[in-house]
């Protein structure tokens, strides 16, 4: 990290760590503290510890808070807009419980946005989004579903942009992409089990005509009118550079986040992120990095610790956040031939590269329980977060055998 923060001093990277250091990792305990709160106050789980910790006490024992605060996430993005901004970070809340008041309304207000498990994510989110240079850094997201990640993210861009437009966002140009088909059954059974306002609000909407984009829009361009949804399935020819190129227009940005949840499998890694030449010092997020063992064996075998350095992650919850060391491009033969080498391994007569694997990720994960090499770590988040981790990741890294390797390293062939 070090080498990285001096190497890239003014990059994504370097000021999303700054951040992360003094909103989520000042004590390491409070983090698992922030974790528990997801699922129930909103406020206490996006606010993060400086700005929580002095209304936990009340939020907490206040059952009709915690509903009120937890039911509309426009009111609570809104709680947190507090009036006495600094440089970074003018979206979470200021000890000043009457900003509460000055909250707008909005079409939406009155439902919960949908999301699937995104919550603990969320200021993490907004950090990286508010680390972007905006004078020349977009945020490409896939796979956004109904857009809970997305406003995340528009709400971290509006404080990255509040030092250059000086309030005349209108006119500049978007730097929010999100890709996603918007569409499909899965998605649908989704939306209406855990959203059944949506029906209200959009009649249309039904298993034939199944698309949700309007939803999306309406979710998140309220808050941030420039954002762009880009309607189609995923893959190489619909997201890459000249694509992006395209969508940025004259002005040439680049990006600086990518949050990608749509890769859910070591494959698709390569056909969804595959046409992107990803920057160093950009921030990437995996959403799903613990659902497929092969990723996290990828990740661990191939990507890291050449191009990727973690910097978040949500524990027992998937999220992961990198930032990225050297200029990368997923589908470079070096990536393949490595998954080739890895190929020729055996496994279950040698340990020495599980070994390896092992120890790289177990310090990460030390590391990330304070972000720091020789935190004090508490017991509780050792014991509640960290070794439930590092379980799960030894299990996916001692699953591994030659017919993966294989098989990955075919995929170059194609690519
Ligand atoms: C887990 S959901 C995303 C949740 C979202 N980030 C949130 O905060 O609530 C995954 C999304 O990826 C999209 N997706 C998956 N594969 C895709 C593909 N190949 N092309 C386009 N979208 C895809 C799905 O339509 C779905 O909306």
């Known amino acids: 990290m070090k080498s990285f923060l001096q190497e890239y001093p003014n990059s994504t990277g370097a000021r999303f760590i700054h951040l992360l250091k003094a909103e989520l990792h000042a004590r390491p305990e409070w983090e698992p503290h922030r974790q528990s709160y997801c699922g129930r106050i909103l406020s206490l789980c996006i606010g993060g510890y400086h700005n929580a910790k002095d209304k936990m006490p009340t939020f907490a024992s206040s059952s009709s808070a915690s509903s009120r605060f937890s039911t509309s996430l426009d009111r609570l993005f809104n709680f947190y807009n507090g009036r006495d901004y ?19 309304h909005f079409r939406d207000t009155e439902h919960a ?64 992409f999100s890709f996603d088909t918007f569409d499909g059954d899965v998605n649908y059974y989704a939306l209406t089990r855990k959203g059944a306002w949506i029906k209200d609000m959009y009649p249309d909407f039904s298993k034939q005509n199944s698309s949700f984009v309007q939803l999306w829009r309406d979710t998140v361009q309220h808050v941030y009118p420039q954002a762009k949804s880009v309607v189609g399935c995923i893959n190489t020819t619909a997201v890459n550079d000249d694509v992006i190129q395209n969508l940025s227009g004259s002005s040439k940005l680049i990006p600086q986040l990518l949050i990608v949840d749509t890769v859910k499998t070591s494959k698709l890694l390569h056909e969804h992120l595959g046409g992107l030449t990803i920057h160093a010092g950009t921030v990437l997020f995996l959403m799903d990095f613990q659902r497929s063992k092969h990723l996290v064996q990828q990740i661990y075998g191939c990507f890291r610790p050449k191009y990727l350095l973690p910097v978040y992650i949500s524990w027992n919850n998937e999220h992961v956040a990198f930032v990225v060391t050297r200029t990368l491009s997923v589908n470079e033969p070096d990536i393949f031939q490595c998954y080739l080498e890895l190929a020729k391994v055996n496994f279950q007569t040698t ?10 990720m177990e310090q990460d994960l030390m590391f990330l329980s304070g972000l720091t090499t020789n935190a004090a770590i508490h017991e509780r988040f050792r014991e509640g977060l960290r070794d439930k981790t590092l379980q799960a990741m030894n299990k996916a890294l001692d699953e591994q055998d030659e017919w993966t390797w294989r098989v990955l390293s075919g995929l170059g062939d194609r690519s």
């Open 113 to 176: 946005i949908v999301n699937l498990g995104t919550s603990k994510a969320c200021l993490p989110l907004m950090l990286a989004a508010a680390s972007i240079d905006p004078k020349v850094g977009i945020v490409i997201e896939l796979g956004p579903f109904a857009g809970f990640s997305s406003k995340c993210a528009a709400y971290g861009i509006l404080a990255a942009m509040q030092n250059i437009t000086n309030g005349q966002e209108e006119d500049s140009p978007a730097r929010l």
């Open 351 to 360: 340990a020495f590269h599980t070994h390896l694997m092992k120890t790289r």
């Open 86 to 104: 600094d440089t970074y970070l003018p979206l979470l809340p200021q000890t000043d419980s009457t900003t509460v008041h000055g909250v707008r």
